[in-house]
């Protein structure tokens, strides 16, 4: 009975070894891994930008310049913004900024319609957002 219960304990003691080794491990691998609240944060913050300029009218002018301009004045000077905006009209705006290879991107698009000239255009912007 008494060499019974020494291996029922040793048994015990190792699978709660193991148990703790292994939680430990878990907790360990997820301290260790980059937290994706920032570049979720940046995504939104595209967004929102992208929001201003439909709100206050500036993607209807449909100007390149215009619009780039109006986003530099938004963004904060550690972000960097691309975007192109395809019409049903056939009309296509794209900055002539190039993405990084090594960052991380947000990105999204907005659908609006454009009534400059009298014409309702059907448009697509996609953007793309990151950390300088």
Avoid: Q
């Amino acid at each position: 009975m008494k060499g019974n219960k020494a291996v029922i304990f040793s048994v015990d003691a190792v699978a709660a070894i193991a148990i703790t080794a292994i939680l430990l491990s878990i907790a360990y691998s997820n301290l260790r891994t980059e937290s994706t609240l920032p570049y979720a944060s940046m995504a939104r913050f595209g967004a929102d930008s992208v929001n201003v300029l439909d709100i206050d009218g500036t993607l209807d002018t449909l100007n390149a310049g215009l619009i780039e301009g109006r986003l530099d004045s938004i963004m904060p000077p550690n972000y960097d913004i691309k975007f192109r905006i395809d019409c049903k009209t056939g009309l296509i705006i794209d900055t002539n900024k190039t993405l990084p290879s090594h960052e991380n991107i947000g990105s999204g698009e907005i659908y609006f319609v454009s009534s400059s000239d009298e014409i309702d255009n059907i448009c697509k912007m996609r953007y793309w957002i990151w950390l300088k």
